[in-house]
């Protein structure tokens, strides 16, 4: 990767972040600490990995994104918004009444958004879908699904991840956005994901394990899944909840909840900065 794509991508990634914020903040409400932590990956996946255009959302051939973790949605309708699916003046309204985006991705209000989703395990299986109906049609689009490490607690995921490798599902590729935390506590507490990457290997699932915020690994890991036949792969990418807002990072509490007034200029402060010093 050249260098000035990665500073544009690390710059792009700052700025998902700080609208991820703005959203949530204005809503009074939501879930910062996962937006934060996926925002890397969000904005590779649409800056640089996906085929998509946001002048023909419903491109027959485009590749399909479905946020399996809907409550992470900020982090999501910050990167549509930056590729120009709509107005970052939405973000200022999320979860509003009357409002475009809402608490959890609406595929029939939300342009760029392909799958409705939030009720966890319920994304995978529909990307898994997708997968297929790509497969049997004769298309050669990429479906990606990024799920959150609690959620694959959910016993919905592991039925996807059979359908998926029975079926040879090697134009999906799922991404676990491992930041080690869910709501009621840590993963490793709540049920035990230590050998996550061993149970996924044992559905039949290629596995790649990154740093989710070095674009050099996320890139590594990309271009690896697209080279993977006969069966799906999966990238479990460690990273760090509230990523960039130093009293959200690795804090459970910020799993769902809305900075106050003073947290929130706290927060894009410390996001502003890191924009300007990489502008630099």
């Known amino acids: 990767?050249?260098?000035?794509?990665?500073?544009?991508?690390?710059?792009?990634?700052?700025?998902?972040?700080?609208?991820?914020?703005?959203?949530?903040?204005?809503?009074?409400?939501?879930?910062?600490?996962?937006?934060?932590?996926?925002?890397?990956?969000?904005?590779?996946?649409?800056?640089?990995?996906?085929?998509?255009?946001?002048?023909?959302?419903?491109?027959?051939?485009?590749?399909?994104?479905?946020?399996?973790?809907?409550?992470?949605?900020?982090?999501?309708?910050?990167?549509?918004?930056?590729?120009?699916?709509?107005?970052t003046d939405e973000i200022k309204v999320l979860r509003h009444v009357g409002a475009m985006l809402q608490g959890h991705p609406d595929?029939?209000?939300?342009?760029?958004?392909?799958?409705?989703?939030?009720?966890?395990?319920?994304g995978i299986s529909a990307a898994c879908g997708m997968a297929l109906a790509g497969k049997l049609s004769g298309k050669s689009y990429r479906t990606y699904a990024m799920l959150g490490d609690g959620e694959c607690e959910e016993g919905q995921v592991w039925e996807a991840a059979m359908f998926a490798s029975h079926n040879?599902?090697?134009?999906?590729?799922?991404?676990?956005?491992?930041?080690?935390?869910?709501?009621?506590?840590?993963?490793?507490?709540?049920?035990?994901?230590?050998?996550?990457?061993e149970k996924f290997a044992s559905f039949g699932f290629e596995v790649i394990e990154i740093n989710g915020h070095d674009f050099g690994e996320i890139e590594a890991a990309f271009n690896k899944a697209k080279t993977v036949k006969g069966r799906p792969t999966v990238i479990i990418a460690k990273t760090v909840k509230g990523k960039g807002v130093s009293f959200m990072e690795n804090q459970v509490g910020w799993h769902g909840k809305a900075p106050n007034a003073d947290q929130y200029k706290v927060a894009m402060d410390e996001l502003n900065a890191q924009l300007k010093a990489l502008e630099a």
Request: one cysteine or more; a negative charge.
């Open 168 to 197: 040879k599902l090697d134009n999906l590729c799922a991404i676990v956005d491992y930041n080690g935390l869910q709501i009621d506590g840590t993963v490793m507490d709540v049920a035990g994901l230590d050998t996550l990457s």
């Open 107 to 122: 595929m029939k209000g939300t342009p760029g958004v392909d799958m409705s989703s939030g009720s966890l395990g319920q």
């Open 1 to 87: 990767m050249e260098q000035t794509e990665l500073l544009n991508l690390k710059k792009t990634a700052c700025n998902v972040r700080l609208w991820a914020v703005e959203g949530v903040f204005n809503a009074k409400s939501g879930h910062p600490g996962g937006s934060l932590s996926a925002a890397d990956i969000m904005t590779y996946l649409y800056f640089k990995e996906m085929n998509v255009d946001p002048a023909n959302p419903k491109d027959p051939d485009r590749d399909r994104f479905v946020l399996s973790k809907g409550h992470c949605c900020p982090a999501l309708y910050a990167a549509l918004a930056l590729k120009g699916y709509f107005s």
